[in-house]
């Protein structure tokens, strides 16, 4: 959960920074000049809603690192990290895909989490209160549940639905904001403070159930990692 936690944070804050962008740069009275252009908005805020999830899952690894003060693994330095490294070196080959990362973060909590641009470009990060609660069978059984999301391309799976999630939260968020503007407030362009308003409020509630239906989505794919890390586990 907290590779998901960590990619819809991140994804938001981009959305955040690009939507700021788009109001600085007059893009919304240029799009509305004759009124409300859906075509021209639809595909604007195609580009801007895959972008952001795009530009989120190519920095995934970077964030991640930073946001939990992950420590990468380049060479070990005691038997626990050596048995780590080549625990996830042993299934990463099995599955098929390029040599993670391997970092370990400090935290009490029991938690391991894999992100990564693709298959062979990935980052398995593990707790160190999961090292020290879990035997050595638990814990490899979490690595092959780690990098069976990497095999199966979750990441980037995930990354495409939520680009879709957020070209229709920007998109119905302005039609939103339009609307109420010009019918309710009597604005000729629709482009009044209350279309601003009611946009912000709008991306924020269906911001909220679009994290919904990725939350949805992502539950699904976990079930298909429970299967393939009980394979790469031997179990």
Excluded: C
Aim: hydrophobic share 50%; proline share 2%.
């Amino acid at each position: 959960m907290k590779r998901i936690f960590l990619f819809l944070i991140t994804n938001m804050a981009i959305m955040l920074v690009l939507s700021i962008t788009m109001s600085l740069l007059g893009v919304g009275p240029y799009l509305s000049e004759a009124g409300l252009n859906y075509q021209s908005l639809l595909m604007f805020t195609a580009v801007m809603g895959m972008g952001g999830s795009l530009i989120s899952l190519a920095i995934s690894k970077w964030t991640a690192k930073r946001m939990v003060g992950a420590e990468v693994i380049n060479a070990p330095a005691n038997q626990e990290q050596k048995w780590l490294l080549d625990t996830v070196r042993k299934q990463a080959e099995a599955a098929g895909i390029g040599m993670p990362e391997v970092a370990i973060y400090h935290s009490p909590d029991v938690n391991a989490f894999a992100t990564g641009m693709n298959k062979n470009n990935a980052l398995v990060a593990v707790s160190t209160g999961l090292l020290s609660s879990m035997s050595r069978d638990e814990a490899e059984a979490v690595l092959a549940h780690e990098v069976s999301h990497i095999a199966n391309g979750d990441m980037v799976t995930l990354a495409l639905i939520q680009g879709v999630v957020n070209t229709f939260v920007m998109f119905l968020s302005r039609v939103i904001g339009h609307t109420v503007d010009k019918v309710v407030f009597k604005t000729e362009r629709g482009q009044g403070p209350a279309f601003y308003i009611t946009m912000i409020v709008a991306e924020l509630l269906l911001g909220i159930l679009a994290s919904i239906v990725v939350m949805w989505f992502s539950r699904q794919r976990e079930f298909r990692a429970d299967l393939g890390g009980a394979n790469l586990a031997g179990r």
